[in-house]
């Protein structure tokens, strides 16, 4: 059984490796997350974080996040792929682009968040959740 999951960049020089599944995944709008990923939002699977999860030269770009605090973007020092971000406000967990992932990683996402900043061609699928800011939960702790 192959219970592990993981990501990683083009080149595959940054590589993420977890043993569990992901607690919550999100479709994030926030303009923060248009820049980083080139695209209208990013779709973002949030697993918790293990010990040498993550392996290979990453660039770090800091920002800050709808809490205040601040967040980090990571892409490959190499192929420049954005691979995942720590954010101070979710201690322990690492928001994973989904796009990186492979199976048996399925992405469904929980939510949309942060719709208040999403793109105006985007249209979000009736009945799914939607907050205009940052989820009333923390994930993985509802
Ligand atoms: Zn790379
Ligand atoms: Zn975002």
Redesign the pocket.
């Known amino acids: 059984m192959n219970n592990t999951y993981r990501a990683q960049c083009q080149c595959g020089q940054l590589a993420l490796t977890f043993t569990q599944a992901p607690v919550a995944q999100l479709v994030?709008h926030?303009r923060?997350?248009q820049t980083i990923s080139g695209m209208p939002y990013?779709k973002a699977a949030f697993f918790k974080a293990e010990e040498q999860c993550a392996q290979g030269e990453f660039k770090a770009i800091e920002m800050t996040g709808g809490s205040g605090k601040p967040k980090q973007y990571r892409r490959c020092s190499q192929c420049n792929d954005f691979v995942y971000a720590t954010v101070d406000a979710l201690t322990g967990l690492l928001g994973v682009a989904a796009d990186r992932l492979g199976p048996p990683f399925e992405f469904q996402p929980m939510a949309h968040v942060?719709t208040s900043e999403k793109a105006p061609e985007v249209d979000i699928p009736q009945g799914v959740f939607q907050f205009p800011k940052a989820p009333p939960f923390r994930p993985g702790k509802q």
């Open positions: 994030c926030c923060d997350c990013a942060w």
